[in-house]
């Protein structure tokens, strides 16, 4: 094939699509163009289908290879290692606006790989992968109901920004937005804002929804031109009306009454009953006859039957699973301070999920490194999640954090990001960690909450407290009911899961993810504004326990002395090779921090250790001062005089005629080595030498 290729102007950048020279045994493979940033994304899938899954089986990989940034990799090794955060959260933003247009019953595994080959700073390498994804896909001749398009939108002055140099929010920008979506309809949000409205966030994704479809015109015109034919795979089974009217009468009434049970652990104890006593009666057979149906079609048929039933019990308006209306919050229950030694904690429950957060304060040295692709940078807000298998009363692998971990880890991070004093403001680095220790519900929200409320605890001044919410839809043809704070059935039988934390303001966060075609512009105005009062109710509670930072930190959090001094001083604050700052380290237990211009920071854990630290510094930078009188040490004597230490690393003069009123025949008779004395500066000559007297103090 020879090279085709593809382009259009797609805000400040021109976008650039080309097959047909590069990766030709993928099943598509595309570079895209956009400003320079340059990435290659192929997709393969294997031949054969996967039999006995029940899923689409696709992963999607995203890396970054330092060349394309013109950098070496650090590390023994110097090659690339490990996925980054980054990576693997691009990963997962690939990944979630493609997997919902594959058709059900596909399971050829199947896998798509974006490789940044080139980069400008100014353009991040999402837009660009999430454009060739699409493109690689409308390629490959698989069932892909796309192509979709994706923008990257931001917000300043009232106005919608295209694909936005600044990737973060920051002074250029008030919003950081990822929109991906088809023609006709957003299927994912991503997003990070400065306390915005409801009708600003909606705007923002309805703008990016309009500016792609350029995009995605363009990628039909590439796949009409060179897409492989259509491939061929067996399609899912139609349901065995009568299996599923078997199981109906099996089950219904007792799924039914399954789903009436608010208590989690109860309600599924319930199910699995229902569903093994609809097994063993459905796959039995008659002697020597093979079973009427497998357990998987049986089971497959009951997850059916579930769905219908919860669904069209909240359609028709009836109570949700626990009894709640659409638009209730669960119970919610607050407490700060609840681990004695940490700097601040919080355990936030919101019915049957809970987080346990934990703020540590630490220096600015603390702040992590990111070696990002383009160049090394420190974030001082760090915020960790976990989510060990005990929190849904399971067994399982304890390990490093998983791909959806860090996703939701950085979904609470966002929601805080917007309140998060600067280091200038507030000089500490922050790490907090989320432990679910319950779940069934949104769990990254909770952690938002949770974490709003452990800063507090700790004395970060953050601008405002934070909540979150998570939404949920339920559509069936033009009738819909979305629903407020869903649990984990509601998320698993629902068509959409939507996510928005912030302030009372504004929202900081939204995610969206879609499981269906898509949504109206009414259905997302009707979450956005219901999650609001959700969000509300959600802070209203947490207000009620702790509504602003604490005064005083915790006696076990660290402090943090500043002071400025002379930069021509710092070398005597360091002494030689380091033996000066070595020393107060040592014994003071306090750790500093000197920069080029002079800032010292003193840190520490006792306050007592850090002010002495405090003083000795002081010391050694301070000027003597003629007329003052200081306490010093004999250093040394001599013939003519006592040599005496006044301040670290100064010394002056006591001539023997001003040791004492009387005369002094010799100045051992008055003065010993390491005596401490009084004594007055009379004089600091041009040369800095310094004469000292102590008949002078009498």
């Known amino acids: 094939m020879s090279l085709i290729r593809k382009e259009f102007q797609y805000g400040e950048h021109k976008v650039v699509l080309e097959t047909g020279e590069i990766a030709r045994q993928a099943d598509g493979a595309v570079m895209v163009n956009m400003g320079d940033t340059v990435v290659l994304v192929t997709v393969v899938a294997s031949k054969k289908a996967q039999e006995g899954r029940d899923f689409f089986p696709l992963t999607v990989d995203y890396q970054e290879k330092t060349y394309a940034a013109g950098r070496i990799p650090g590390g023994f090794f110097r090659r690339e290692g490990r996925p980054s955060e980054k990576e693997v959260l691009t990963g997962r933003l690939i990944d979630r606006p493609l997997r919902p247009l594959f058709p059900k019953g596909f399971t050829h595994e199947t896998q798509v790989i974006a490789t940044v080959k080139s980069l400008n700073p100014q353009v991040d390498p999402e837009i660009p992968a999430l454009l060739g994804a699409s493109a690689a896909l409308a390629l490959s001749g698989l069932p892909f109901q796309g ?289 679910i220790t319950e779940s069934n519900g949104s769990s990254s929200m909770a952690s938002v909450c949770g974490t709003s409320l452990s800063l507090m605890d700790a004395g970060v001044p953050v601008k405002a407290p934070v909540a979150g919410v998570a939404m949920g839809l339920i559509k069936e043809g033009d009738r819909f009911a979305v629903l407020t704070d869903i649990m984990g059935d509601e998320d698993h039988l629902g068509d959409m899961d939507f996510k928005v934390a912030g302030t009372a303001q504004g929202i900081n966060a939204l995610q969206m993810d879609i499981k269906i075609d898509g949504i109206t512009r009414e259905i997302m105005e009707t979450a956005l504004a219901q999650a609001r009062e959700g969000r509300l109710h959600i802070l209203a509670e947490m207000n009620k326990v702790l509504a602003a930072p604490r005064a005083e930190m915790s006696e076990h959090a660290p402090r943090i002395i500043e002071i400025r001094i002379d930069p021509e001083k710092i070398r005597d604050v360091i002494g030689k090779g380091g033996a000066t700052i070595r020393a107060i380290t040592e014994e003071t237990g306090a750790t500093v921090d000197i920069t080029d211009d002079g800032a010292v920071k003193i840190f520490s854990v006792d306050m007592k250790a850090g002010e002495e630290a405090r003083r000795r510094i002081e010391l050694i930078t301070a000027d003597v001062e003629v007329g003052k009188v200081y306490q010093g040490r004999v250093a040394r004597l001599m013939d003519f005089g006592a040599f005496v230490t006044i301040l670290p690393g100064k010394d002056g003069l006591v001539h023997i005629s001003q040791i004492s009123e009387e005369r002094v025949q010799k100045v051992s008779d008055k003065l010993s080595e390491g005596d401490i004395i009084k004594v007055k500066v009379l004089e600091v000559d041009k040369q800095g030498r310094i004469r000292l007297s102590m008949k002078a103090v009498e």
């Open 147 to 435: 192509p979709i398009g994706a923008a990257r939108v931001g917000y300043k002055d009232g106005q919608y920004l295209l694909n936005p140099a600044s990737t973060g929010l920051s002074a250029y920008t008030d919003l950081n937005l990822v929109v991906a979506g088809t023609e006709h309809a957003v299927l994912m949000v991503e997003s990070e804002a400065r306390e915005l409205s409801e009708e600003v966030m909606l705007g923002a994704v309805l703008f990016g929804h309009e500016q792609m479809q350029v995009a995605i015109r363009c990628i039909r015109e590439l796949g009409a031109e060179a897409g492989k034919p259509p491939m061929a795979y067996t399609s899912a089974t139609t349901a065995d009306e009568r299996l599923a009217e078997a199981v109906a009468g099996t089950a219904e009434a007792g799924l039914g009454e399954a789903y009436t049970i608010a208590d989690k652990l109860a309600r599924y104890n319930r199910i699995d009953e229902v569903a093994a006593a609809t097994v063993a009666q459905l796959g039995a057979s008659a002697a020597g006859e093979p079973p009427r149906w497998s357990e998987g079609q049986v089971l497959e048929a009951l997850e059916a039957l579930k769905k219908r039933i919860v669904r069209s019990r909240i359609i028709a308006g009836q109570p949700r699973i626990d009894g709640r209306d659409h638009r209730t919050v669960r119970p919610i229950s607050v407490r700060t301070g609840v681990l004695p030694r940490t700097h601040g904690s919080a355990l936030f429950t919101r019915g049957e999920t809970q987080a346990l957060v934990v703020t540590t304060l630490g220096t600015e040295r603390d702040s992590q490194i990111i070696d990002a692709l383009e160049g090394e940078r420190r974030e001082h807000f760090m915020l960790h999640y976990n989510f060990p298998p005990f929190c849904v009363g399971e067994v399982g692998r304890v390990g490093s954090p998983k791909r959806r971990e860090i996703g939701h880890g950085r979904l609470a991070k966002r929601g805080l990001l917007a309140v998060i004093p600067s280091i200038v403001e507030f000089p500490y680095s922050v790490r907090v960690v989320s432990e």
